[in-house]
């Protein structure tokens, strides 16, 4: 019986920035179409262009096909997008690239949402691109929350650290305004969550940034540490969320404290995303809290190396590997959440034996049979 493999799906992103060159850097190696079964949705005309520049890389085949449906496995498989005389203006934000993408990210999450594939990889887009065509949303964590069911939580992850956002894509001087003790609280209980189920932590640790410097100084240098961010925590708390904080962003990071915990809730994008891509050059942009999975290199258009062939695809990687692995470990969760193990309570002071389990499960089956 043959094993089963994911379908993922890729999108191309934005044309003529780095997107298709580190997708054909990451899909080179043959071991790649063994571990899933790759659906890259974009123009094939583009995929030559850039393949033509990458003398190290042999040229892919691709399997054309209309949709994930009919995705082969040991195959690189290609949904065609766009208009095939679309022209390449490598290095260059155009609204024609802009086009090519938001067709390939909407064939990617129709796919997606009809269950044709376990999960999407995003290559990057230009926001202010993708407005001029009619996007209408701040970025992909956006896009893929409208598709989807849930309420959507950024997360930066690799192997040694995990951040995410309490707000994402909002100007700095709207974050004060955007926090309350009840947002927080939600966020810590819905990053609890998909610590346990996305990343297989039995009980995870986490450390929450303070807004202001210094965490405040005791309301010196600003309150909502002690109004907003302390009250928030100690109601995670109560709900069973082992949550520390608020903590100084500059020492927990720079004193190598994060080590210390399973995630860290960051309270606005540069907080997080800063020292993240700095300790974590390859790291991945998980969409969290949603009933579908979308993941993206942590890296944008990068125009001035495009079609250069100096683009580094290992975060690319990184993504599709994190994307399988989520897959993976949410099916585990599910199942083993099922039906958990029946609750036995200390009887008298001493503990419970295996034997006094193995006898309960006997009465369990006598009664059954009875």
Known sequence: MSEYKH?????????????????????????????????????????????????????????????????????????????????????????????????????????????????????????????????????????????????????????????????????????????????ITASLVALRHTLKQDFGIVEPRIAVLSLNPHAGDGGLLGSEEQEII?????????????????????GLFAGGGYKKYDAILAMYHDQGLTPFKALSPEGVNFTAGLNIIRTSPDHGTAYDIAGKNLADAQSMRSAIYEAIDIVNRRRDYKYWSRNPLEHFEREKGRDVSMKDLQEAEQRKGGASNE
């Open 230 to 250: 302390r009250p928030a925590i100690i109601e995670a708390a109560n709900q069973g969320v082992l949550a520390f904080g608020p903590l100084a962003a500059d």
């Open 7 to 183: 379908k993922i799906g890729i999108t191309q992103g934005d044309t003529n920035g780095i997107g298709w060159e580190v997708i054909l850097k990451a899909l080179s190696h043959p071991s790649m179409v063994e571990l899933f079964i790759p659906v890259v949705y974009g123009a094939k005309h583009i995929a030559d262009f850039y393949a033509n520049k990458l003398e190290d890389v042999e040229p892919l085949q691709f399997n054309i096909c209309r949709s994930a449906a009919e995705a082969r496995k040991g195959k690189i498989n290609l949904v065609e997008c766009g208009d095939k005389s679309a022209r390449i203006e490598v290095g260059r934000p155009t609204e024609e690239a802009a086009k090519q993408a938001l067709e390939a990210l909407e064939k990617a999450s129709a796919d997606l949402v009809a269950g044709d594939l376990s999960a999407v990889v995003t290559a990057p887009i230009n926001k202010e691109s993708m407005q001029k065509v009619g996007f209408g949303f701040t970025g992909h964590t956006e896009y893929f929350a409208s598709k989807a069911e849930g309420e959507p939580m950024m997360i930066m992850c690799s192997e040694t650290l995990r951040v995410a956002l309490q707000t994402v894509h909002i100007p700095v001087d709207k974050v004060a305004e955007s926090l309350s003790s009840e947002k």
